[in-house]
């Protein structure tokens, strides 16, 4: 499978690889343990956190040029979701509903009381970014949306190697299995080119119906058109 490679976050080049599955499986299963311990690392500010789990990371695919922006993924060879809001029953779940491969590695922020993960789940075939919002989109639906981050769908969206607190505890699991077709998640769609037909989780919803609220009324638009409908109704602004 290919994997664009790179040692930072930061990282202008990102180096393609094509790694067996069972070699991407062994160094996911291995974290690297930093000097900081859990209460730390809690107490630490959200730039401190980003540096210390900033140990090197992957997209699960081609990037044109080596890129890592939006418009240079080429395809992808998994998905990668971020439990971001896993419950301690999440892999048990995933272990007995669903029949395809799928790795499962804590991040550095996880805890037991509060399990934080990362899924890759492997694909039969290579996609292309569009394909690939798709397929995450419905899996995420299936599994459960609100367990996800909102933006990892995001087709460039980069995966830490594995690190862990001093004291902290580092999960890792297989669930074996079928690759993923995305062809059959693909086909659950009328038409998955549609954007209106993806999934969004109840976090995204409640933000774009708030959007719609204030796009339709013109009491909340901001600047002077806002500050007229406010001073003025309908008669008073024709009479005007």
Known sequence: MKISIGNSRMDRHWNLQDIGL????KRLSQTKRTAETVEQFRKMTKAQQDSIKDVGGFVAGE?????RKKDCVMSRSALTLDADYAT?????????????????YSTHKHTQEKPRLRLIIPLSRDVSPDEYIAVSRKV????????????TYEPSRLMYWASTSADGKFYFKDIDGELLNPDTI????????NVSELPVSKRQQTIVQREIKKQADPLEKKGIVGAFCRTYSVTEAIDK
């Open 22 to 25: 069972d070699d991407f499986v």
């Open 88 to 104: 301690t029953d999440l892999v048990d779940m995933i272990e007995m509903f669903y029949d395809f491969r799928c790795i499962i």
């Open 140 to 151: 995420a639906e299936d599994m459960g949306m609100e367990y996800f981050d909102d933006t």
């Open 63 to 67: 990037l044109k040029g080596g890129r």
């Open 186 to 193: 693909l086909g659950r769609y009328e038409d998955w080119r």
